[in-house]
C-alpha cells in the first residue's frame, strides 16, 4: 500500500511538474499577444514589451480576491501610467462570460483594459493556474514580479522597473 501511493506520488509529480517548469519565471520575457480587449480596441503586446513596464492582472469575475485587488491596481494605474507603465487585464474567460466580465469592470471601476480570453490562449501560454494572477515586467520586457496580488510599488522600484536606476 505505501509503495504504491509513492509510486502515485512520483507519477503525479512528474506529470505535473513539467507544466510548472514551463510557467514563466522572473527574468524571463513576456510573451507577446494580440487581442481586442472588452471596448474593441486591439492591445498588441509585441508594441509594448520591451519599449515600457506592463503589469499583467489575470482575473476572473468570480473570484473574491480579485474584487478586493481591482482597487488597489486601480490606484497603481492613477499613480504610475501617467509616468509610461501599462496595464493589461485578462479575463481568464473559465466559468465566466463577456457580459459577466464587462459588469465586473463597471462594479470595480476597472481603469485598465481588459481582453476577454475566450479560447484560453493567454491564460495557457503565460501557465496561469489560479486567480488573480500578476505579472510585472520590466522596460526591458523582464518579469520582476510574478505572484497573486498587487505588488507594492515604491518610486524607487518604478524607477528600475524604467531602467532609470
Known sequence: MRRSRV???LFAF???SPAFASAIQLGEKLQPFKQKDLNGNVIDMSTIIGKKPVMLVFWASW???CKVEAPKINQLVEKYKKQGMEFIGINIAVNDSIKRARSFVK????AYPTVFDANNAITQQY???GVPTIL???????VQFRNYGAP???EANFKRLM???
Open 7 to 9: 509510486l502515485i506520488f
Open 14 to 16: 512528474l506529470v505535473i
Open 63 to 65: 473570484c473574491p480576491n
Open 107 to 110: 462594479k470595480t471601476d476597472m
Open 127 to 129: 501557465m496561469v493556474r
Open 136 to 142: 510585472v515586467a520590466d522596460s526591458n520586457g523582464r
Open 152 to 154: 507594492d510599488i515604491t
Open 163 to 165: 531602467g532609470k536606476e
